[in-house]
C-alpha cells in the first residue's frame, strides 16, 4: 500500500492540495456522475418545522453546500413516519404529500447551484426509523436502551408481525415519496442501534422466532425493507436506479459494539444487501482510518491496517463504498468539548488505497460550507473548526 506523507501544517497549499487530489476526481457511483468524492454526511439538526417539510432555512443550507462544491449531499436522518420512527420533534420527514414538496425545494436548491467542480452536486435522501430510541419505542425485543451517562430510556415494544409489515409499509410510501420529489439517490439508515440495525445485535434481539437467533434470522428483518425498497424503485424507475444503505459497527448506547465481529459476519451481510438489490455501502465508524478488525489482526499487516470500508469493499467484490469518520475534525462524535481541524489526507488515502470511493466529511461541513473549495486549494489549515454551538442554527 502506497502511503502517503505524514501530515503537515507547514506543507506549501501546493503539496497540501497534492495530497488530498484523490478527493476531488470525478466519480460514477452505481450510476450516479459527480463532481468529486465528497458526500456531506447525514447529520441530524432537529430543526424542521412541527409538521416536519423541510424549511426555507434547510433549503438554503443544503444549496449553500452544494455551491461549495459537495459532490453528493445525503440529506440528515428523515423520518418515515409520525408513529414510531422519531427520537425527537422538529426532525424533517418524507411521509406525507406536504413534506415530498418540501423536499422538491430542497433538491431543486441543490441541482441549480453553481460550484467551482464543472457539474452540479446530487442528493439523496437517508430514510430513518429510530426504533428502539424513538419517542415511542418499538424493537425486536422488549430491551431498553441503557443510557451511556446511566439509567434506560422507554422499554420500547416487542414488534409483532404486524408492525413488522407496518414498518415495511411506510418504507414503501416513504420510497415513493422520495422518487416523486426528485432525489437521485435514497439511503436506508441501517445504523447506530436504530430500528434495522437493532434487529442484527444479539444484545437487542432475543427473539426465538424467524426474526431471532442465528445470523441470518437477525438479518431477515432488515433485508425484507430493502428488498420492499428495492421493488419500489424498480417499478417506479428502473433497476439503474442507486439505492444505499448505512451501516457500522458502533451503536448510539455502545461506541464499542462490533456489529460483525469478524470479516466472515461482515461479508455474509454486504453479499445479502448486495443480493437484496443495494448498490452503494455507506460504512460508518468512529474513524474513518481506523483498522476494521484490530482485534483479529496484527496492525503491521496489511489485513491489520485494512478499514471497515476497506474490508466492505473487498468482502463485497468492490461494490461502490462510501466511508465516513472523523474526516477533518479531532476527535469522534461525543467525544470531548473541544473538536480542531484537522488533515483530510489520511481519509484521501482511503480512495488511494482502493479501500473506498467517496469519503462522507459531517461536522467540518457544518462550520464551513465551502470545505471542498479551501481543502481542493491546499488550505485544509484555515478551516473552522466545529463547535456544537453550530448545531443550534442553520445559519452559516
Same mark, same amino acid.
Given at each position: 500500500m502506497t502511503k502517503l506523507p505524514t501530515a503537515d501544517q507547514d506543507l506549501s497549499p501546493e503539496?497540501?492540495?497534492?495530497?488530498?487530489?484523490?478527493?476531488?476526481?470525478?466519480?460514477?457511483?452505481?450510476?450516479?456522475?459527480?463532481?468529486?468524492?465528497?458526500?456531506?454526511?447525514? #447529520?441530524?439538526?432537529?430543526?424542521?418545522?412541527?409538521?416536519?417539510v423541510p424549511s426555507q432555512a434547510v433549503v438554503d443550507y443544503s444549496a449553500r453546500r452544494a455551491a461549495g462544491g459537495v459532490g453528493l449531499i445525503i440529506t440528515e436522518g428523515?423520518?418515515?413516519?409520525?408513529?414510531?420512527? !422519531?427520537?425527537?420533534?422538529?426532525v424533517p420527514g418524507i411521509f406525507n404529500d406536504e413534506q415530498a414538496a418540501g423536499w422538491k425545494r430542497v433538491i431543486e436548491a441543490v441541482h441549480s447551484a453553481e460550484n467551482n467542480f464543472g457539474s452540479p452536486?446530487?442528493?439523496?435522501?437517508?430514510?430513518?426509523?429510530?426504533?428502539?430510541?424513538?419517542?415511542?419505542?418499538? +424493537?425486536?425485543?422488549?430491551?431498553p436502551v441503557q443510557k451511556r451517562d446511566g439509567g434506560y430510556k422507554d422499554t420500547p415494544r416487542e414488534m409483532t408481525e404486524a408492525d413488522m409489515?407496518?414498518?415495511?409499509?411506510?418504507?414503501?410510501?416513504?420510497a415513493r415519496l422520495s422518487i416523486e420529489a426528485g432525489f437521485d439517490s435514497m439511503e436506508i439508515h441501517g445504523a447506530? +442501534?436504530?430500528?434495522?440495525?437493532?434487529?442484527?445485535?444479539?444484545?437487542?434481539?432475543?427473539?426465538?422466532?424467524?426474526?431471532?437467533?442465528?445470523?441470518?434470522?437477525? #438479518?431477515?428483518?432488515?433485508?425484507?425493507?430493502?428488498?420492499?425498497?428495492?421493488?419500489?424503485?424498480?417499478?417506479?424507475?428502473?433497476?439503474?436506479? !442507486?439505492?444505499?444503505?448505512?451501516?457500522?459497527?458502533?451503536?448510539?448506547?455502545?461506541?464499542?459494539?462490533?456489529?460483525?465481529?469478524?470479516?466472515?459476519?461482515?461479508?455474509?451481510w454486504v453479499l445479502a444487501l448486495k443480493d437484496a438489490g443495494v448498490d452503494i455501502l455507506h460504512v460508518s465508524t468512529r474513524d474513518a @482510518?481506523?483498522?476494521?478488525?484490530?482485534?483479529?489482526?496484527?496492525?503491521?499487516?496489511?489485513?491489520?491496517?485494512?478499514?471497515?470500508?476497506?474490508?466492505?469493499?473487498?468482502?463485497? +467484490?468492490g461494490m461502490p463504498t462510501v466511508a465516513v469518520g472523523r474526516v477533518s475534525v479531532s476527535a469522534s462524535m461525543?467525544?470531548?468539548?473541544?473538536?480542531?481541524? @484537522?488533515?483530510?489526507?489520511?481519509?484521501?488515502?482511503?480512495?488511494?488505497?482502493?479501500?473506498?470511493?467517496?469519503?462522507?466529511?459531517?461536522?467540518?461541513?457544518?462550520?464551513? !460550507?465551502?470545505?471542498?473549495? @479551501?481543502?481542493?486549494e491546499g488550505r485544509w489549515n484555515e478551516l473552522v473548526p466545529y463547535t456544537r454551538e453550530m448545531l443550534e442554527s442553520l445559519d452559516d
Open positions: 503539496a497540501a492540495a497534492e495530497r488530498v487530489a484523490p478527493l476531488f476526481e470525478r466519480a460514477d457511483l452505481a450510476g450516479i456522475e459527480l463532481c468529486n468524492r465528497i458526500a456531506m454526511a447525514p #447529520m441530524t439538526r432537529r430543526l424542521a418545522p412541527d409538521d416536519r428523515t423520518h418515515v413516519d409520525d408513529k414510531h420512527a !422519531p427520537d425527537s420533534e422538529n452536486s446530487r442528493i439523496a435522501v437517508q430514510l430513518w426509523h429510530t426504533g428502539r430510541h424513538a419517542m415511542n419505542p418499538i +424493537g425486536p425485543s422488549a430491551i409489515d407496518e414498518v415495511v409499509a411506510i418504507f414503501e410510501n416513504a447506530h +442501534g436504530y430500528l434495522l440495525d437493532s434487529f442484527l445485535s444479539p444484545a437487542s434481539n432475543q427473539r426465538t422466532d424467524d426474526y431471532g437467533g442465528s445470523f441470518e434470522n437477525r #438479518m431477515r428483518f432488515p433485508l425484507r425493507v430493502v428488498r420492499a425498497v428495492r421493488k419500489v424503485l424498480d417499478e417506479a424507475v428502473g433497476r439503474e436506479y !442507486p439505492l444505499m444503505i448505512r451501516f457500522s459497527q458502533w451503536r448510539m448506547e455502545d461506541y464499542s459494539a462490533y456489529a460483525y465481529p469478524d470479516p466472515d459476519h461482515l461479508e455474509r @482510518t481506523d483498522p476494521g478488525f484490530p482485534h483479529l489482526f496484527d496492525t503491521d499487516t496489511d489485513d491489520g491496517r485494512r478499514t471497515l470500508a476497506g474490508w466492505t469493499r473487498k468482502l463485497s +467484490g461525543d467525544e470531548g468539548a473541544a473538536v480542531q481541524t @484537522t488533515d483530510p489526507a489520511p481519509a484521501a488515502e482511503l480512495i488511494s488505497r482502493g479501500e473506498a470511493d467517496m469519503i462522507a466529511v459531517g461536522r467540518s461541513l457544518i462550520a464551513n !460550507p465551502r470545505w471542498c473549495d @479551501t481543502v481542493r
